[in-house]
């Protein structure tokens, strides 16, 4: 894919991360333990991290979590992990922040909802105090306005007043409007409070697909902060997944978004990182990043009766997901490797010779053969059972990839630090 021109943007810096300002789009996601439990907090913010997530954010509501959040910090940075961590403020943000300032010092960047941050008077104040911490800390602020928490005085006031100049706008027009309204709004307060523009991230998010290309369509040509996309509450599984590639794969490729978040729901005890992989396929699926290598798999048909090639299709997922952090490590550009695990001789010997390693297994009635292609070429023809071709496509998987990308100079047994950086 071409490459995508970015929608300008002024950078901001969060940790060494840079969010905007030309840098590639960046993965973050957010943690769903009680930040009170320390322990659990900062192994989960470990595992995101490892698993790809730039950005990790924290719920931050209580006294007891404000006063946690040194300790969690800690922890994940003896670990020795620099992934920026970043504080979910509602309701009581301006409290936590002033009385707790070791909380505030050992952020890396605070999330601020417009539409929660108080109401009537007090609202301008309270958000003000956020800012003003920001200012004084020198940390950078998300604006972030929800569908779900949007100020209803501010909708109130546009309701009324597309009734009384008859305007004719939907509901759904006025509070998308409103949305924009409000983010714009807040940055001018966030300036005002002494904040720059290097510092102000916004997003505008909402659940709908639809509304979230048009929100952003149009928040983008109001303003130069970084943009972060993501549906407000995707969804589980492959609704999810549907429905946050249909909204921001749209905007992506337009070039409009700086940071991403897929969302999901977990099923009770699933894997929070899923969502990191979620986010990290979009990307590499409009060739905005590459974070892995690429296996390609046939989807079987009636050709292809035997479940040795799905089988085989999940084993190398898992190989290669196990090896990746070594890989990474030790061998420069491993991420653009392509491998084909083909079932049937349809596609799979075209399928495998496109990949830089594929393996093209028999179909039903085809000859118990396994021609293995390198680069373009057939170098191997594997037979046996299941557990031999495995084991030994893996071995030549191992080999090309010492083989074909460098050693790396500073190679480290051990995965570090993950940035935005390329």
């Known amino acids: 894919m071409a490459f995508i021109q970015r929608h300008t943007t002024f950078p901001v810096m969060v940790g060494r991360v840079q ?17 009170e439990d320390t322990e659990a907090t ?10 790809g997530s730039e950005l990790v954010r924290i719920t931050v509501n209580t006294p007891r979590a404000a006063e946690c959040v040194p300790d969690i910090v800690a922890r994940v940075r003896d670990a020795g992990h620099e992934t920026p961590i970043i504080g979910d403020f509602h309701y009581n943000g301006h409290r936590l922040l002033t009385k707790y300032p070791h909380c505030a010092r050992a952020l890396d960047k605070y999330r601020i909802n417009p539409g929660n941050v108080g109401k009537g008077q007090q609202r301008d104040a309270q958000f003000a105090t956020i800012c003003s911490v920001a200012r004084d800390q020198g940390k950078p ?5 929800n569908v779900g928490s ?4 501010l909708v109130m006031e546009k309701m009324h007043e597309n009734t009384a100049r008859g305007l004719g706008k939907t509901s759904e027009e006025i509070t998308n409007e409103c949305m924009i309204l409000s983010a714009l709004q807040s940055v001018e307060l966030a300036l005002q409070c002494g904040l720059t523009e290097n510092q102000i991230v916004v997003s505008c998010k909402t659940s709908v697909p639809t509304h979230l290309i048009d929100l952003y369509r149009k928040l983008s040509t109001q303003t130069h902060q970084p943009l972060h996309l993501g549906l407000t509450e995707a969804g589980m599984g492959a609704k999810g997944l549907v429905w946050s590639a249909s909204a921001m794969g749209v905007l992506l490729a337009e070039g409009i978004g700086d940071t991403v978040r897929v969302s999901l729901t977990p099923a009770p005890g699933g894997d929070r990182r899923e969502e990191v992989r979620a986010a990290q396929e979009l990307l590499q699926a409009l060739g905005l990043r590459q974070f892995a290598p690429s296996i390609t798999a046939c989807p079987g048909c009636g050709r292809t009766t ?7 299709a999940q084993q190398t997922e898992e190989y290669v997901r196990a090896r990746m952090p070594v890989w990474r490590q030790q061998h420069e550009g491993v991420e653009t490797l392509k491998v084909a695990v083909m079932g049937c001789v349809v596609n799979g010997p075209g399928e495998s010779r496109a990949a830089n390693i594929g393996i093209s297994l028999p179909g039903n009635g085809e000859a118990p053969a396994c021609p293995v292609f390198i680069d373009g070429e057939k170098r191997h023809t594997l037979s046996g ?11 030549l998987l191992e080999e090309y990839v010492a083989m074909k990308y460098p050693k790396r100079q500073d190679a480290c047994p051990q995965p570090g630090l993950t940035t935005s950086k390329e």
């Not at 602020?141 to 306005?145: C, D, F, Q």
């Not at 059972?385 to 071995?395: N, P, S, V, W, Y």
């Open 19 to 35: 969010i905007g300002g030309g840098a590639p789009v960046v993965v973050q996601s957010m943690t769903n333990t009680d930040t």
């Open 141 to 145: 602020v998300r604006i972030g306005v």
């Open 150 to 153: 949007l100020n209803p005085e």
């Open 42 to 51: 900062a192994q989960q913010i470990i595992a995101l991290a490892e698993a």
């Open 385 to 395: 059972d299941k557990a031999e071709i495995a084991a030994r496509f893996l071995q």
């Open 306 to 312: 035997s479940t040795v090639f799905q089988e085989l």
